[in-house]
């Protein structure tokens, strides 16, 4: 069965192609020549397309594996455990899972935190200034 979108020659009965991922599947082909037309000028065989059929939660690669609503939930349960949750939360924004988007979601809520612990401080640095204030006004 020959793909088409670069061509390659794939065994018969192939869901995917074994050059490009594009589905040889007829109905799935045609719905991807479609899409390869739009791009006839930049066309790079090498390059994935993410049709419908990519969005198959058993061909996305770990790196893009979406996080459901629960597992964002999951995580933000994980990362609010005082000091367990903050390492986990370092490990993950720099790195420690292949997955961007805990990563990304790991960066955001740091950010988050960080912010968080910057207002925190000023809040704290103010009434403890009132305070400081307040004690000396009342030495008079
Ligand atoms: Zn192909």
Excluded at 24 to 45: D, E, H
Excluded at 53 to 75: Q, R, V
Aim: glycine share 8%.
């Amino acid at each position: 069965m020959k793909c088409p979108n670069c061509g390659y020659e794939n065994p018969e009965g192939a869901n995917n192609c074994a050059q490009c991922g594009a589905p040889l599947a007829p109905a799935a082909g045609q719905q991807f020549q479609q899409s390869q037309a739009q791009q006839t000028q930049q066309s790079q065989p090498q390059q994935p397309h993410y049709t419908q059929a990519a969005f198959d939660p058993n061909t996305i690669p770990e790196e893009y594996k979406p996080i459901s609503m629960w597992g964002y939930f999951g995580y933000e349960l994980l990362f609010s455990i005082p000091i367990v949750g903050f390492i986990l939360l370092i490990v993950f924004s720099v790195g420690g899972t292949r997955n961007n988007n805990l990563k990304n979601f790991a960066r955001s809520y740091f950010c988050f935190l960080i912010i968080a612990v910057v207002i925190a401080i000023i809040i704290i640095a103010a009434g403890a200034g009132a305070g400081i204030a307040e004690s000396f006004s009342n030495m008079r």
